[in-house]
């Protein structure tokens, strides 16, 4: 009985250890193949995309012409802000741009290499986010060209917008350099899409090194629009929609360099992601130093002994955290602008001449029809009799007019950098009531004037007056 019934039980235990060794091989074999097939599977689920909630037409865009092998766009988080990866894009487009067509145009001043200090010859006020610093820091001696902004001009075929930036010279940058278009569709003074290209770029029309970003929760420009409020609470673009072909659709934005004796980078963007917006605000940048879209505006982010100025009387002289990079003041596209738009151009109203002299500087004279001239001196009163005396003038300080009363100044009629015998000419579009305010206001007495500019007329002159220390 004893061995009868070992018998069977070594025969079971002999069949079992065959089964378990048999299960073990067929469990070796297929580990490996279960760690690839797993893997790629798992992260080819697209992550949800903030898009597909408050757009749903863009999801669906996306959705329908997204190949399923479409990467997700890397996460936000860990991504540095403003360095798009330009890896080479297996992403079949279904659209490119062609030749831009344009409509709009803003001027911009130009520098030039020349003696240290390189000083701008105006397009210069921190105070409200306008920057021509088109060289180094800190001793302003040497000059790029190819950051220097001459012109930009906006426009669509129906199918793209097109931006184009004209730089004053130079070659394609070997340097990391950023170009940027900012978009404010509510025309609320603050950028709610920003275009964004990373050198090194092709002449031919590419995805690699282009950027899209949104900004989801309206505080670019922080608390106040247009005005400087560090330090920096808010998020600003915290949402990269696109990049090198990835993300909202994969022909939503290319970009390519244009050599020429003055070179351009020009810009696409599928009207459809804006919804074709028929009336917004734009402007553009070039950025070799900060490039980070979410420190925008840079004077939020920057105070202004921070920022530094470029011209030497001003206490902030030189530049520091902000040089090495140009932008232009907010025009209009799709609309005529009444002046009150917030922050836009000062001077741009008279439309410039439409082939200007191609080696005379931009400059743009506006003589409005029914404008005004506000006149006005800065001063450092040295005998302290209480005026301004021949040889008192305090020169390169920027002044601007803004539209209406003082207390609820808006949009931008025009800047002014005064000369060296310290006084300054403002053209402003209309007549009425004007805020004449200097960067900087703290060192002047008063601060700012109201000035009620007769049409056709002059005002002034307004005297500011040096606070002694
Ligand atoms: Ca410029
Ligand atoms: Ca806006
Ligand atoms: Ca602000
Ligand atoms: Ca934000």
Known sequence: MRNRLLRPRHGWAILMGLLLGALLLLSACRLPHITIVLQPSASATPAAHPFAGPNPTFAATQAASAPAATPPPTPRAAEAPGTPSPTPSPIPHLRRPGEPVLSERVWDATCRAGNAPI????????????????????????????????????????????????????????????????????????????????????????????????????????????????????????????????????????????????PQVQFALLYDIIERDPAFMWWVWSDRQVQRPDWMDYHDHYTAEEAGSPFPPNPYFPARALARLDNTCHWVFGFQPTGNEPCICAGNFPTPTATPAPTATPTITPTPQQGARITGVFYKDRNDNGQYDPGEGVSSITVVARRGACGSPMGVGDTAVSGADGSFVLNVPVGGPWCVMPSNPTIWDPPRQQVNAPPGGTAGPVYFRFKQP
Do not use: M
């Not at 990373?198 to 590419?206: A, D």
């Not at 409020?229 to 290319?254: H, I, K, N, R």
């Open 119 to 262: 000083v701008p010859p105006r397009g210069d006020d921190y105070f409200v986010n306008l920057y021509e610093r088109p060289f180094n820091a800190e001793t302003q001696d040497t000059y790029y060209p190819e950051l220097d902004i001459r012109r930009a001009d906006i426009g669509t075929d129906g199918t793209w917008l097109y931006v184009v930036l004209e730089l004053n010279g130079g070659t394609l940058p070997a340097e990391p350099t950023a170009y940027g278009v900012e978009l404010d569709l509510d025309i609320d003074g603050r950028g709610d899409w920003l275009l964004w290209a990373q050198s090194p770029l092709g002449t031919t029309w590419q995805v690699e090194g282009v950027a899209l970003y949104r900004d989801l929760d309206d505080d670019v420009g922080e608390v106040r629009a247009c005005r400087n409020d560090p330090p920096q609470d808010g998020t600003s673009y915290e949402d990269q929609v696109f990049v090198a072909g990835q993300g909202l659709d994969p022909d939503a934005a290319w970009a390519r360099w244009v050599p020429r004796g003055r």
